[in-house]
């Protein structure tokens, strides 16, 4: 089974509205991918379009089936680079 990471990068028109891309979600993208492979990690991180949660962007998921994070930032890395370990492991 593939395993993989969305990350979601919808950019709304309407500024006055919150998006994962305006919250930085393309620079979260870039720090992610670089962490997993400093960590030896092949999990592929693929741009999604809105997950439904833009109240709490960015936002993330393992998947299938894994863990979502919310209001991701540099300092929640970590934490998911943990999390996708064990999820890779299984």
């Given at each position: 089974?593939?395993?993989?990471?969305?990350?979601c990068?919808?950019?709304?028109?309407?500024?006055?509205?919150?998006?994962?891309?305006?919250?930085?979600?393309?620079?979260?993208?870039?720090?992610?991918?670089?962490?997993?492979?400093?960590?030896?990690?092949?999990?592929?991180?693929?741009?999604?379009?809105?997950?439904?949660?833009?109240?709490?962007?960015?936002?993330?998921?393992?998947?299938?089936?894994?863990?979502?994070?919310?209001?991701?930032?540099?300092?929640?890395?970590?934490?998911?680079?943990k999390?996708?370990?064990?999820?890779?492991?299984?």
């Amino acid at each position: 089974m593939i395993k993989k990471i969305l990350i979601c990068t919808n950019h709304r028109a309407n500024l006055n509205n919150p998006s994962c891309a305006g919250r930085g979600s393309q620079h979260i993208r870039e720090t992610l991918s670089q962490a997993l492979d400093n960590n030896g990690l092949k999990i592929t991180i693929e741009e999604s379009p809105c997950m439904g949660f833009c109240d709490v962007g960015p936002n993330l998921r393992l998947v299938p089936n894994g863990q979502f994070f919310h209001e991701v930032s540099a300092n929640k890395i970590a934490s998911i680079v943990k999390a996708a370990k064990k999820f890779n492991a299984n």
